[in-house]
């Protein structure tokens, strides 16, 4: 069974302004998947009809993350965030429905004031609600751990082995780590393509991920080195079949 990548439309095919234009430049690109991260800048019923028109499959979106121009990063472990979190959790559910997507990664937001047992209590409450809410849309509730020094700095979970805790704490058949249930990819040190130009050797990881039956998605979720079209070169190199 052939892998199956996603192209973040958030990331790739900047070249298009507008989100709903990016689906139809990912069809044309060959890709049956798409994922983004925040798609509420435009609206929801316009990117549900851009997808379907393009016949594409909307795999995954992030909740909404709060005011970004603000630092905000999610909002799930904020105890003085509650109500807006799940306020704001029906929202990315009307934009996953309208997306037919059935995953959300629902963010935990930055460390704050707070001591990190309140954060951690309020957390774990929120993904107890978020799991049984999104269960109820038949929409698979996932968590991330986020490189909280260069990537997402001061990001409440940054460690692996305490999301996974978290998941046997909260014990939701419908909470799942991104990293097993979805898988993101991009080269190092750069974040760009995939490709062999770095220190990942994706040519083995694409091959091992065939030969263990991964029947995951792998989103494309990179930073373009020049334009997105001249780096799908990467898919030829790596013999990769969309």
Known sequence: MPLKFAANISMLFQEIPSMVGR??????????YVECTFPYAEGSEELGEACKEAGLQHVLINNWPGKMEKGELGMAA???????????????????????????????????????????????DNLRFAAERLQKEGIMCLIEPLNSR????????SNFHTGVEYIK????????????????IA???DRGEPDLNGEVNYKYI???LEDIGYEGYIGCEYKPRATTQEGLKWIEELGIKL
């Open 23 to 32: 689906f139809k430049a990912a069809k044309d690109a060959g890709f049956k």
């Open 78 to 124: 904020l105890p003085d965030r509650v109500q807006d979190f799940r306020m704001q959790l029906e929202m990315a559910i009307e934009y996953a429905n309208c997306l037919n997507c059935k995953r959300m990664h629902i963010m935990a937001g930055r460390t704050s004031r707070y001591k990190h047992e309140e954060m951690e209590e309020t957390y774990l």
């Open 206 to 208: 694409f091959q091992l």
């Open 187 to 189: 080269q190092v040190p």
């Open 169 to 184: 704490k909260v014990n939701h058949p419908n909470l799942k780590l991104q990293f097993v249930s979805h898988i993101q």
């Open 150 to 157: 260069i990537t997402a700095p001061n990001y409440f979970l």
